[in-house]
């Protein structure tokens, strides 16, 4: 038996970031993973899929480059292997980061399966038994959610986990699920030159986000020569030896074939507990799988002593690897007994790396009115601005403000900022902050916003809406 402060199970995002702070503060951290650390983000998600999505961007530019800049350029072919190579080197890399970083903080990590033997006890296999003195931080993450009737082959029938680790590229994709991973896996295979059907069972793309985003967005999609099909569900699949066959309901009723080398499941992911027996400890997970905290100001579960960071959380925790960095924070500083400040979700921002790019933070309209709320909103095309026109890919601001005064004037706080197009993801700094800040417009129309930029569209709406416009009426 080995005895420590802090036992974290899973050494993702929100796992290592809590091992990294707690041991900064000068607590004994012991880390089990049965894997990489580094978790699903680093070595399946999202740094493997943004290096993929960049280079999809520099063939979309060759593209753009032909056909509206008249150089003559085109992609001959794709060296698939040397692609995969130079991602490959950039998650090593940063795999390499995160093991020297926690090794420099003196984090001691053990390599194999763990599971709960008690409020204060772990064990991990091949490695024993350890007691944590202040307490256990469970962070296992989660797994994409597949089907029933659907099993993945790795070759036909693909997860987001495995659908970049390919032999090669397909010809023909059938995305099925219009969220976040599913759109950017569409928009990636478009990219390098599939054809591309993306399947959504609720009646838009990016449900959760503003209806001005998603409308945008598959606007966008569309115009890339994306087959978009909303409020559509799968209703049959048969494997063939190169492909799938698929029948799609379409949202007015009809019975569509799609037939693909590649169908690829984004329906969502779910929390992995899977031999971590959480009984064990007095624990018990909800009906979707999650571990609850009993007190979200701490994120430590009705055991005491028990907390959770990451995909283990329910809502409103938002699974999102930045997030989880935050809740890491927070653990790791309420077992070194010191104040720290609870995660406040409302303020994190949202970011899908399609192209075109999204990026949101804050209520959507939807969500204010629904919270009874009197609002003002503005929205900004971005082909408005001569930097938006130069980009050619459309795109808007949308800003959602709280009508505070008599006559409805957006003199409240701002709700939210919603955006689409290129390099959006970039841009949601500075909103994340005029949110959390509770800004008024009157206080982003005093700051200037360089010309000729995009953010200028951040800066124009508000202009407007605090009576200052200038390009906008």
Same mark, same amino acid.
């Given at each position: 038996?080995? &005895?420590?402060?802090?036992?974290?199970?899973?050494?993702?995002?929100?796992?290592?970031?809590?091992?990294?702070?707690?041991?900064?503060?000068?607590?004994?951290?012991?880390?089990? &993973?049965?894997?990489?650390?580094?978790?699903?983000?680093?070595?399946?998600?999202?740094?493997?899929?943004?290096?993929? *999505?960049?280079?999809?961007?520099?063939?979309?530019?060759?593209?753009?480059?032909?056909?509206?800049?008249?150089?003559?350029?085109?992609?001959?072919?794709?060296?698939?292997?040397?692609?995969?190579?130079?991602?490959?080197?950039?998650?090593?890399?940063?795999?390499?980061?995160?093991?020297?970083?926690?090794?420099?903080?003196?984090?001691?990590?053990?390599?194999?399966?763990?599971?709960?033997?008690?409020?204060?006890?772990?064990?991990?296999?091949?490695?024993?038994?350890?007691?944590?003195?202040?307490?256990?931080?469970?962070?296992?993450?989660?797994? /994409?959610?597949?089907? /029933?009737?659907?099993?993945?082959? #790795?070759?036909?029938?693909?997860?987001?986990?495995?659908?970049?680790?390919?032999?090669?590229?397909?010809?023909?994709?059938?995305?099925?699920?219009?969220?976040?991973?599913?759109?950017?896996?569409?928009?990636?295979?478009?990219?390098?030159?599939?054809?591309?059907?993306?399947?959504?069972?609720?009646?838009?793309? *990016?449900?959760?986000?503003? +209806?001005?985003?998603?409308?945008? *967005?598959?606007?966008?999609?569309?115009?890339?020569?994306?087959?978009?099909?909303?409020?559509?569900?799968?209703?049959?699949?048969?494997?063939?030896?190169?492909?799938?066959?698929?029948?799609?309901?379409?949202?007015?009723?009809?019975?569509?074939?799609?037939?693909? +080398?590649?169908?690829?499941?984004?329906?969502?992911?779910?929390?992995?507990?899977?031999?971590?027996?959480?009984?064990?400890?007095?624990?018990?997970?909800?009906?979707?799988?999650?571990?609850?905290?009993?007190?979200?100001?701490?994120?430590?579960?009705?055991?005491?002593?028990?907390?959770?960071?990451?995909?283990?959380?329910?809502?409103?925790?938002?699974?999102?690897?930045?997030?989880?960095?935050?809740?890491?924070?927070?653990?790791?500083?309420?077992?070194?007994?010191?104040?720290?400040?609870?995660?406040?979700?409302?303020?994190?921002?949202?970011?899908?790396?399609?192209?075109?790019?999204?990026?949101?933070?804050?209520?959507? &309209?939807?969500?204010?009115?629904?919270?009874?709320?009197?609002?003002?909103?503005?929205?900004?095309?971005?082909?408005?601005?001569?930097? #938006?026109?130069?980009?050619?890919?459309?795109?808007?601001?949308?800003?959602?403000?709280?009508?505070?005064?008599? #006559?409805?004037?957006?003199?409240?706080?701002?709700?939210?900022?919603?955006?689409?197009? /290129?390099?959006?993801?970039?841009?949601?700094? &500075?909103?994340?902050? *005029?949110?959390?800040?509770?800004?008024?417009?009157?206080?982003?129309?005093?700051?200037?916003?360089?010309? /000729?930029?995009?953010?200028?569209?951040?800066? +124009?709406?508000?202009?407007?809406?605090?009576?200052? #416009?200038?390009?906008?009426?």
């Amino acid at each position: 038996m080995s &005895e420590t402060d802090v036992i974290i199970i899973g050494g993702g995002t929100g796992g290592y970031s809590t091992a990294l702070r707690a041991a900064s503060l000068g607590l004994r951290v012991v880390l089990a &993973e049965r894997d990489l650390v580094g978790g699903t983000c680093l070595h399946r998600g999202c740094i493997p899929s943004k290096a993929m *999505l960049h280079a999809g961007e520099l063939v979309d530019g060759v593209a753009e480059a032909r056909e509206r800049w008249g150089l003559r350029a085109t992609v001959d072919s794709v060296d698939w292997s040397a692609l995969v190579a130079t991602r490959d080197t950039i998650v090593a890399r940063n795999h390499q980061g995160v093991v020297g970083h926690l090794a420099a903080a003196g984090v001691r990590v053990v390599h194999g399966s763990a599971r709960l033997a008690g409020p204060r006890a772990v064990v991990v296999e091949g490695a024993g038994r350890f007691t944590a003195r202040r307490g256990i931080v469970l962070a296992t993450g989660s797994r /994409p959610r597949m089907l /029933p009737g659907l099993t993945a082959d #790795g070759r036909r029938v693909v997860t987001s986990d495995d659908a970049l680790f390919a032999a090669e590229l397909p010809r023909s994709v059938l995305v099925l699920g219009g969220g976040a991973i599913g759109v950017e896996y569409a928009s990636f295979h478009r990219s390098m030159g599939a054809q591309v059907t993306l399947v959504e069972a609720a009646d838009r793309l *990016l449900p959760l986000e503003d +209806e001005a985003v998603s409308r945008h *967005l598959a606007r966008g999609l569309k115009r890339r020569g994306i087959t978009v099909r909303t409020g559509a569900t799968l209703t049959g699949t048969t494997l063939l030896d190169d492909g799938v066959r698929a029948t799609v309901r379409t949202a007015k009723g009809e019975d569509v074939v799609v037939e693909a +080398e590649r169908l690829l499941v984004a329906v969502g992911r779910v929390p992995v507990t899977e031999g971590l027996e959480p009984a064990a400890a007095g624990l018990a997970t909800d009906e979707r799988g999650f571990v609850p905290p009993a007190d979200w100001s701490r994120l430590e579960t009705a055991v005491p002593g028990i907390h959770v960071v990451g995909d283990l959380l329910p809502p409103p925790s938002l699974g999102l690897a930045h997030a989880s960095f935050a809740e890491g924070l927070l653990v790791a500083e309420t077992l070194a007994g010191i104040p720290s400040r609870p995660v406040d979700y409302a303020t994190v921002p949202r970011v899908t790396y399609s192209s075109p790019q999204t990026a949101s933070v804050g209520l959507t &309209e939807a969500e204010a009115r629904a919270r009874g709320l009197e609002v003002k909103v503005n929205s900004l095309p971005l082909t408005a601005l001569a930097k #938006g026109m130069v980009y050619g890919q459309g795109g808007v601001v949308k800003v959602v403000v709280a009508a505070d005064g008599a #006559g409805g004037e957006a003199t409240g706080a701002v709700l939210g900022v919603h955006m689409v197009g /290129p390099n959006v993801s970039e841009m949601i700094a &500075e909103s994340q902050l *005029l949110v959390a800040w509770d800004a008024e417009p009157s206080d982003v129309a005093q700051q200037i916003h360089a010309h /000729p930029t995009l953010s200028e569209a951040v800066g +124009e709406t508000f202009l407007t809406l605090a009576g200052r #416009g200038l390009h906008q009426h």
